[in-house]
């Protein structure tokens, strides 16, 4: 594997004028961005629908995709919206998400361009093609007729067909605007890495669907849920209350939902990272009545058998493996028997003083390095935040040793970048060297979180020279 390096930005973050970053032209302006700082990769997180918090983690379907990342001016250039509704959606600020605004307008503006669709034939063809699709578009329908309950309690089979069309409208658009992007992407030398959560939401068409893949008694409610024990960052473990999978059941028919999940990631992306990867080898299990994941226990996973299948799936996707948090020797040795590149992030590397894997020169080739990742700190929040022994120990170790330590900033990539890692990625925020003001998401925080957007000016302040000699001198240039 090449020495590359990349960025990590969600598509949300993306500047733009409709309250969220989408598919449109400024999406490929990130990438010419990109490609003039000889950046090999554009890592995003995942495209599903958010959650009530905004949290993409939590969605209605694994397959299908986010209704904002839609873009409004080729829906416009399209015909199906018109100048004013156009004009009326323009946001009002450019640097958040403006999610309220969203829930309320965004849909039934998508609602109204559906009925303008003069491609039905093409729509209907995209969503006979792809069963899981047509499966959400579905649920979600159901979803509208019964009072927007979850499927557990639902009562109504009249389903409105102008509102199920919708869906499947929405699901077209997005999936033809991404393919518009990939292929400009790899056409421009920049490779797209895409981000799988392992587990699915309780109320999702996934579950829905195949109610017998999921550990459910008769009434539908998880017997099992998911989530990771006590941590660095929660006191209490994280309860995430996704399903656990019925890893038995998946077994019989030799875990044909996966390889369908797989096979449909690989053609969005050139990449996958598989989150919460150490859940394959062995998983958190939560009895479904706590309210903590205090009291889980650990359960083994699936392995090898599921990591083939991914293989199969996959292609010539690369495959990413999330191996963070409480790693055991036996989550080493299948992250090492699957071949799968692992990830080493730099903050962690200085916690607790000790040797740790995630110490620049611990870094095994075949590992993707970052500074953080979405759940972390900026890198200037993390250098602000440290208590000062350990500040002068990391900046010791990358080799600055006096001055204003915001001067340390270019030491620490610059220790990423020469590092033995294949592929070193940093979030957008630290090629602007922003601060926690600007962090995406807090864990075990429901406010505030992935709301951050930059502005194209913030873009182009960047010193795109800057990253290309990095890339020139540690042989990271593609």
Same mark, same amino acid.
């Given at each position: 594997?090449?020495?590359?390096?990349?960025?990590?930005?969600?598509?949300?973050?993306?500047?733009?004028?409709?309250?969220?970053?989408?598919?449109?032209?400024?999406?490929?302006?990130?990438? %010419?961005?990109?490609?003039?700082?000889?950046?090999?990769?554009?890592?995003?997180?995942?495209?599903?629908?958010?959650?009530?918090?905004?949290?993409?983690?939590?969605?209605?379907?694994?397959?299908?995709?986010n209704p904002y990342f839609v873009d409004l001016k080729i829906l416009h250039k399209k015909g199906v919206i018109?100048?004013?509704?156009?004009?009326?959606?323009?946001?009002?600020?450019?640097?958040?998400?403006?999610?309220?605004?969203?829930?309320?307008?965004?849909?039934?503006?998508?609602?109204?361009?559906?009925?303008?669709?003069?491609?039905?034939?093409?729509?209907?063809?995209?969503?006979?093609?792809?069963?899981?699709?047509?499966?959400?578009?579905?649920?979600?329908?159901?979803?509208?007729?019964?009072?927007?309950?979850?499927?557990?309690?639902?009562?109504?089979?009249?389903?409105?067909?102008?509102?199920?069309?919708?869906?499947?409208?929405?699901?077209?658009?997005?999936?033809?605007?991404?393919?518009?992007?990939?292929?400009?992407?790899?056409?421009?030398?920049?490779?797209?890495?895409?981000?799988?959560?392992?587990?699915?939401?309780?109320?999702?068409?996934?579950?829905?669907?195949?109610?017998?893949?999921?550990? +459910? %008694?008769?009434?539908?409610?998880?017997?099992?849920?998911?989530?990771?024990?006590?941590?660095?960052?929660?006191?209490?473990?994280? +309860?995430?209350?996704?399903?656990i999978y019925n890893w038995e059941e998946m077994k019989k028919d030799g875990y044909s939902w996966w390889g369908?999940?797989?096979?449909?990631?690989?053609?969005? /992306?050139?990449?996958?990272?598989?989150? $919460?990867?150490?859940?394959?080898?062995?998983?958190?299990?939560? %009895?479904?009545?706590e309210t903590t994941a205090k009291n889980g226990r650990w359960e083994k996973g699936p392995g090898m058998e599921?990591?083939?299948?991914?293989?199969?799936?996959?292609?010539?996707?690369?495959?990413?493996?999330?191996?963070?948090?409480?790693?055991?020797?036996?989550?080493?040795?299948?992250?090492?028997?699957?071949?799968?590149?692992?990830?080493?992030?730099?903050?962690?590397?200085?916690?607790?003083?000790?040797?740790?894997?995630?110490?620049? $020169?611990?870094?095994?080739?075949?590992?993707?390095?970052?500074?953080?990742? $979405?759940?972390?700190?900026?890198?200037?929040?993390?250098?602000?935040?440290?208590?000062?022994?350990?500040?002068?120990?990391?900046?010791?170790?990358?080799?600055?040793?006096?001055?204003?330590?915001?001067?340390?900033?270019?030491?620490?990539?610059?220790?990423?970048?020469?590092? $033995?890692?294949?592929?070193?990625?940093?979030?957008?925020?630290?090629?602007?060297?922003?601060?926690?003001?600007?962090?995406?998401?807090?864990?075990?925080?429901?406010?505030?979180?992935?709301? /951050?957007?930059?502005?194209?000016?913030?873009?182009?302040?960047?010193?795109?020279?800057? /990253?290309?000699?990095?890339?020139?001198?540690?042989?990271?240039?593609?």
């Open positions: 594997m090449a020495r590359t390096s990349g960025v990590l930005m969600h598509i949300s973050s993306l500047y733009g004028d409709y309250s969220i970053g989408s598919f449109g032209d400024n999406a490929k302006e990130f990438i %010419d961005f990109l490609k003039e700082c000889d950046f090999s990769y554009w890592q995003v997180l995942p495209f599903c629908m958010a959650d009530s918090f905004n949290s993409p983690y939590q969605s209605y379907s694994a397959f299908a995709g018109t100048d004013e509704q156009l004009k009326n959606s323009y946001q009002n600020t450019p640097y958040s998400c403006e999610y309220a605004r969203l829930y309320e307008e965004r849909l039934p503006l998508l609602f109204e361009a559906s009925k303008k669709c003069n491609y039905i034939e093409q729509v209907k063809k995209f969503v006979d093609e792809n069963a899981e699709i047509s499966a959400f578009c579905m649920f979600m329908a159901k979803k509208e007729a019964n009072g927007q309950k979850p499927w557990q309690k639902w009562d109504n089979d009249e389903i409105n067909p102008e509102i199920l069309f919708m869906w499947q409208f929405i699901q077209y658009e997005f999936f033809v605007q991404w393919a518009e992007i990939k292929m400009y992407a790899n056409k421009n030398g920049i490779k797209i890495i895409g981000d799988m959560p392992i587990y699915v939401s309780l109320d999702s068409a996934d579950v829905w669907s195949n109610q017998k893949l999921f550990c +459910l %008694d008769n009434e539908g409610k998880p017997t099992k849920v998911a989530g990771v024990p006590p941590d660095y960052f929660c006191a209490d473990g994280q +309860l995430w209350g996704n399903p369908r999940r797989i096979s449909a990631m690989a053609k969005m /992306f050139d990449g996958i990272r598989i989150d $919460h990867f150490r859940g394959i080898e062995a998983y958190w299990s939560v %009895d479904g009545d599921l990591i083939n299948v991914i293989k199969q799936n996959a292609g010539n996707c690369m495959i990413i493996a999330e191996d963070l948090g409480e790693i055991t020797e036996e989550v080493n040795a299948l992250v090492k028997q699957s071949g799968f590149p692992g990830m080493r992030v730099f903050q962690f590397g200085f916690i607790d003083g000790s040797d740790s894997t995630n110490m620049p $020169h611990n870094y095994p080739k075949n590992c993707i390095a970052y500074t953080g990742t $979405h759940d972390n700190n900026t890198l200037l929040g993390y250098l602000w935040e440290l208590d000062s022994q350990r500040k002068k120990d990391m900046l010791s170790y990358c080799g600055f040793f006096g001055g204003n330590f915001e001067d340390g900033f270019d030491y620490v990539l610059r220790t990423l970048w020469r590092s $033995h890692a294949d592929t070193v990625i940093l979030p957008v925020q630290d090629l602007l060297g922003y601060g926690s003001d600007t962090r995406l998401n807090t864990p075990g925080s429901a406010e505030g979180n992935w709301r /951050f957007r930059i502005t194209k000016e913030q873009l182009q302040s960047i010193n795109k020279e800057k /990253f290309r000699e990095l890339n020139r001198l540690y042989k990271r240039k593609p």
